[in-house]
């Protein structure tokens, strides 16, 4: 351990629900993205699944709010150190998606990909099982622009730079292919709990 | 199967992946480095010259993730943008601003001094970088400015002659950081005092528009680096005047 001479930091209590080098933002919610925050409305927003999968297929705004809602309430992660607590989402599983298009058995990972161009990848069963939604609301409220509205992927058990916001797609392979930030030195899947921040951690 | 015509993914536009290569093995390790120099920029913001005698090297527009270590255990680390320009003198240069009730930030204006050391990482990502290869339109606001002063240093010291304009804003002059090193490539803007016969404002489109207006060949490379409500105005200021969207990559200080 190499001590800071003179570093107390914050006073803390032990937070069980941290992650190992992460702070509590609070009330905070610091936006992240590279490029330009699109201008965005729902008529205009679409969200297509292809890949290997039986049925690739798209859906416009209202037939994807045609799906059962779900709602995750827990906490999110930035590789950028903050976390925040106690959030709440709504929008849809993407489990109910994906049964749709019945990803193949050869199926292992997914590029995820935004409006903007973003990309982002992840294995596949980081996306099954209850753990990942299509979001669009955020405290019961329409997601901001800034923070992905009108709809982004939601993946809050991996950092947040898997999260695509403005989620444009999912193209289903079986092999992973490095998205943005994982081309540019970030960690291939980014859990926050082994603190998997950069390539080789 | 899926016909191939059917599985289309979008190219990222925003920035070229790919360009930058990101070194996996500085990436992962935690060095360790030694503060050599404290200079105070503005009443609220200084840079701490570190010694890093295992530094792979950077490109300017890069960041560094720093740790500190208390005592007993807790750990504090932040995401800090390089300030100095790549040379090979071992040393790099961060300049931090005096965050209200930051525990690093906090550590560093009021405790650190010449001898002290600190674990950094990195450098990381390659997003922002800019090797100094096309032209180069800097638009930054408060410490925004420390990733994009990276460039122009690098710009200088290796006398580049591709087109690079930086456009600085900054409250007052007393809170424009670097404010002696800028030259003709520079424009700062004042949004609450200016020295006499400066207006004072806002980044407008009269600040733009100029620099768009003298398009080097090939276009700019617009690099935006501030906070979230400065780098949503001035990312759509210069899209209102004419800058693919594809050509703008933003640094959020968040």
């Given at each position: 351990m190499?001590?800071?001479r003179?570093?107390?930091?914050r006073?803390?209590v032990?937070?069980?629900?941290?992650p190992?080098?992460?702070?509590?933002?609070?009330?905070?919610w610091?936006?992240?993205?590279?490029?330009?925050?699109?201008?965005?409305?729902?008529?205009?927003w679409?969200l297509?699944i292809?890949?290997?999968?039986?049925?690739?297929?798209?859906?416009?705004?209202?037939?994807?709010?045609?799906?059962?809602?779900s709602?995750?309430?827990?906490?999110?992660?930035?590789?950028?150190?903050?976390s925040?607590?106690?959030?709440?989402?709504?929008?849809?599983?993407?489990?109910?998606?994906?049964h749709?298009?019945?990803?193949?058995v050869?199926?292992?990972?997914?590029?995820?990909?935004?409006?903007?161009?973003?990309?982002?990848?992840?294995?596949?069963?980081?996306?099954?099982?209850?753990?990942?939604?299509?979001?669009?609301?955020?405290?019961?409220?329409?997601?901001?622009?800034?923070?992905?509205?009108?709809a982004?992927?939601?993946?809050?058990?991996?950092?947040?730079?898997k999260?695509?916001?403005?989620?444009?797609?999912?193209?289903?392979l079986?092999?992973?292919?490095?998205?943005?930030?994982?081309?540019?030195?970030?960690?291939?899947?980014?859990?926050?709990?082994e603190?998997?921040r950069?390539?080789?951690? | 199967?899926?016909?191939?015509?059917?599985?289309?993914?979008?190219?990222?536009?925003?920035?070229?992946?790919?360009?930058?290569?990101?070194?996996?093995?500085a990436?992962?390790?935690?060095?360790?480095?030694t503060?050599?120099?404290?200079?105070?920029?503005?009443?609220?913001?200084?840079?701490?010259?570190?010694?890093?005698?295992?530094?792979?090297?950077h490109?300017?527009?890069?960041?560094?993730m720093?740790?500190?270590?208390a005592e007993?255990?807790?750990?504090?680390?932040r995401?800090?943008?390089?300030?100095?320009?790549?040379?090979?003198?071992?040393?790099?240069?961060?300049?931090?601003d005096?965050?209200e009730?930051?525990?690093?930030?906090?550590?560093?204006?009021t405790?650190?001094e010449?001898?002290?050391?600190?674990?950094?990482r990195?450098?990381?990502?390659?997003?922002f970088a800019?090797p100094?290869?096309?032209?180069?339109?800097l638009?930054?606001?408060?410490?925004g400015?420390?990733?994009l002063?990276?460039?122009?240093?690098?710009?200088r010291?290796r006398?580049?002659?591709?087109?690079?304009r930086?456009?600085?804003?900054?409250?007052?002059?007393?809170?424009?950081?670097?404010?002696?090193?800028?030259g003709?490539?520079?424009?700062?803007?004042?949004?609450?005092?200016?020295?006499?016969?400066?207006?004072?404002?806002?980044?407008?489109?009269?600040?733009?528009?100029?620099?768009?207006?003298?398009?080097?060949?090939?276009?700019?490379?617009?690099?935006?680096?501030?906070?979230?409500?400065?780098?949503?105005?001035?990312?759509?200021?210069?899209?209102?005047?004419?800058?693919p969207?594809?050509?703008?990559?933003?640094?959020?200080?968040?």
């Open positions: 190499n001590v800071t003179g570093f107390t930091g006073p803390r032990r937070n069980a629900a941290l190992p080098g992460q702070y509590d933002a609070g009330d905070d610091p936006v992240l993205s590279a490029e330009v925050t699109p201008e965005l409305t729902p008529a205009e679409s297509r292809d890949g290997l999968v039986e049925e690739p297929r798209g859906w416009s705004w209202e037939e994807a709010h045609e799906l059962p809602g709602v995750y309430e827990g906490d999110i992660h930035c590789v950028t150190s903050w925040k607590f106690g959030v709440r989402f709504g929008g849809v599983s993407l489990d109910a998606f994906l749709m298009v019945r990803p193949h050869s199926a292992t990972h997914a590029v995820a990909y935004s409006h903007t161009g973003y990309t982002t990848s992840l294995p596949l069963a980081d996306l099954t099982g209850g753990r990942a939604w299509i979001a669009w609301e955020y405290d019961g409220r329409p997601l901001a622009a800034e923070h992905g509205g009108p982004r992927l939601l993946v809050p058990h991996l950092y947040f730079w999260s695509a916001k403005w989620i444009a797609g999912l193209r289903i079986d092999h992973d292919e490095p998205g943005f930030w994982e081309q540019n030195g970030y960690h291939a899947r980014g859990n926050p709990w603190e998997q950069y390539r080789g951690d | 199967m899926t016909e191939a015509a059917e599985t289309f993914t979008p190219p990222t536009r925003f920035a070229v992946p790919g360009r930058i290569a990101v070194s996996e093995q990436a992962a390790v935690w060095q360790t480095a503060i050599t120099q404290v200079r105070r920029e503005t009443p609220h913001a200084a840079t701490f010259r570190l010694a890093v005698p295992g530094w792979a090297g490109l300017p527009g890069q960041h560094l720093l740790r500190l270590t007993d255990g807790y750990v504090a680390q995401h800090y943008s390089i300030a100095s320009a790549p040379d090979d003198s071992g040393h790099i240069e961060l300049t931090l005096h965050v009730g930051g525990e690093v930030s906090g550590w560093f204006h405790v650190a010449p001898g002290d050391t600190v674990e950094v990195g450098p990381l990502s390659g997003f800019w100094g290869d096309r032209p180069a339109l638009v930054g606001a408060g410490s400015v420390v990733p002063m990276s460039m122009v240093r690098h710009h010291a006398g580049l002659d591709v087109p690079l930086l456009l600085v804003s900054a409250r007052g002059p007393e809170e424009l950081i670097y404010a002696r090193e800028y003709a490539e520079t424009t700062p803007v004042f949004t609450r005092r200016a020295p006499e016969g400066v207006p004072v404002g806002r980044m407008a489109a009269a600040h733009v528009a100029p620099l768009l207006a003298e398009q080097p060949p090939g276009g700019w490379e617009a690099y935006v680096c501030g906070s979230n409500g400065f780098a949503e105005h001035a990312s759509r200021l210069l899209v209102a005047a004419g800058q969207v594809h050509r703008i990559r933003i640094e959020r200080f968040g």
